[in-house]
Nanobody
Framework: QVQLVESGGGLVQAGDSLRLSCAAS????????WAWFRQYQGKEREFVAG????????YYGDFVKGRFTISRDNAKNTVYLQIPSLKPEDTAVYFC????????????????WGQGTRVTVSS
């Protein structure tokens, strides 16, 4: 069993920086692969970025275009999503997820989800 709790969202201005955090707990969390998804009102949940817990290998959604960085701190049991310069189109609820399918970009491959943290970017 894995439990995930996101934090770090909020109301920000375009151009601001955010670092979203996903705190993980559970006996087997280190055996999972981790990802960030986001969901805007009325749209499907989309893949943002993924990372392996042990090796730190990363992969990103096509729309990211190098703007976001996913990372993890094993000692803190935490995965991060760094967004250096936010745009209004980044407005969404961001979810942390864990699963057993390597490099998966689809939500149904992930077994555990956090409650989400809302990011609202004003122009």
């Amino acid at each position: 069993q894995v439990q995930l709790v996101e934090s770090g969202g909020g109301l920000v201005q375009a151009g601001d920086s955010l670092r979203l955090s996903c705190a993980a707990s559970g006996r087997t969390f280190s055996s999972y692969y981790w990802a960030w998804f986001r969901q805007y009102q009325g749209k499907e949940r989309e893949f943002v970025a993924g990372i392996t817990w042990t090796g730190g290998s990363t992969y990103y959604g096509d729309f990211v275009k190098g703007r976001f960085t996913i990372s993890r701190d094993n000692a803190k049991n935490t995965v991060y999503l760094q967004i250096p310069s936010l745009k209004p189109e980044d407005t969404a609820v961001y979810f942390c997820a864990a699963g057993l399918v390597l490099y998966s970009r689809v939500g149904y491959d992930y077994n555990y989800w956090g409650q989400g943290t809302r990011v609202t970017v004003s122009s």
